[in-house]
């Protein structure tokens, strides 16, 4: 359901065109016959509150969904967490502030929620951790205001890439090391926001995005090897896209959704890091942007976003089952381990 729009910079521009339009040209995108995705995907349990712009993360055997904007038009502060064992909700302890575009990560039981847009569209520095059965405590500040962004815990340090600080895109990327609680900086990805960050195998990918209205999605994918300084250059995703998310499946990492001049993005594609390749895999019966990606108990989750480009919300909560991937010594079918019985494109 569409919400009115605010008053930010990354999203202006692209809302001339109508909803009507909008929603015919995103029936379009897809290029995998939609039986092959309802085959591939299954609806879980709703989000119990339909956002757009979330953050979200597992936490344990739990997948926490963490602010966004709500249907009419004010962000919030909810946390929910989903169950992937059980397919039910809970709430979580409200974060202190309320919050869109933020950026959050997990690890050690520990769930942390950095900056993202406050009230009156303000770019915030805050930084919080929810510890196993407590509530919500603050860590020092990020050192500039950050949004629409991404995070990602690699060896003790929690990374955050990419977004938009205070005088425009990121240019440094922040690292937070968990144990001293100290801060510091070293030089970002290529400047862009509406990117997707997550981490495999002690490395940190930064996917897609784009450099202002999403008429400016980029194929950019990058790494950064800690304790390395500089982000490499990987071969570029198969189309543009900014508002994705990601998410790291064994030697996988699948890009899912996001937001296009055409309309929500249904393709979802997934980079083999081993024979470093991209692969298209079967799309996403709900196509989102500005949604939760997240892996668990051998499933990627895409949860919540909004179904047209702008300001919108959804509970969608679509799942796919990732299958043992094929050994060295077979030769591949054409087939991915990951949504298995969709032939690659």
């Not at 038009?73 to 919050?99: C, F, I, K």
């Not at 209205?213 to 790494?223: A, H, P």
């Not at 393709?267 to 799309?283: E, I, S």
Request: aromatic share 6%; glycine share 12%.
């Amino acid at each position: 359901m569409p919400v009115p729009a605010l008053p930010y910079a990354a999203d202006v521009a692209p809302k001339r065109a109508t909803i009507a339009a909008t929603a015919a040209a995103a029936a379009t995108v897809a290029a995998v016959p939609a039986a092959s995705a309802q085959r591939a995907w299954q609806q879980a349990a709703p989000l119990p509150d339909p956002r757009g712009e979330v953050t979200a993360a597992r936490l344990g055997g739990e997948i926490a969904v963490v602010g966004g904007f709500e249907r009419g038009g004010t962000n919030s502060a909810r946390v929910d967490a989903y169950s992937p064992a059980r397919n039910t909700w809970r709430r979580l302890p409200d974060l202190p502030v309320t919050v869109d575009h933020a950026m959050s990560a997990a690890a050690d039981g520990r769930f942390y929620v950095l900056g993202g847009y406050g009230r009156l569209r303000v770019k915030l520095r805050s930084a919080w951790v929810l510890p196993p059965g407590g509530g919500w405590r603050a860590l020092p500040p990020l050192p500039a205001p950050r949004a629409a962004g991404g995070a990602a815990v690699v060896r003790g340090r929690l990374y955050v890439a990419g977004g938009v600080g205070p005088a425009g895109l990121a240019r440094q990327t922040f690292v937070l090391d968990l144990r001293r609680r100290r801060w510091s900086s070293l030089p970002g990805p290529t400047p862009r926001e509406h990117l997707a960050v997550t981490a495999a195998a002690g490395r940190v990918y930064a996917l897609a995005g784009r450099k202002a209205g999403f008429d400016t999605n980029t194929t950019i994918f990058e790494s950064l090897a800690p304790p390395a300084r500089r982000w490499r250059r990987l071969p570029s995703m198969p189309t543009p896209r900014g508002g994705t998310g990601a998410a790291a499946v064994g030697t996988m990492i699948v890009s899912v959704g996001g937001e296009a001049p055409r309309g929500t993005i249904a393709t979802v594609y997934g980079f083999d890091l081993a024979r470093r390749r991209w692969r298209r895999l079967p799309n996403l019966p709900t196509p989102r942007h500005g949604l939760g990606v997240v892996a668990a108990r051998g499933r990627v989750y895409a949860i919540a976003g909004g179904t047209m480009p702008g300001l919108a919300t959804s509970g969608a909560n679509d799942s796919c089952r990732s299958a043992k991937a094929p050994t060295r010594r077979r030769r591949p079918s054409g087939r991915t381990g990951l949504c298995p019985g969709v032939r690659l494109q």
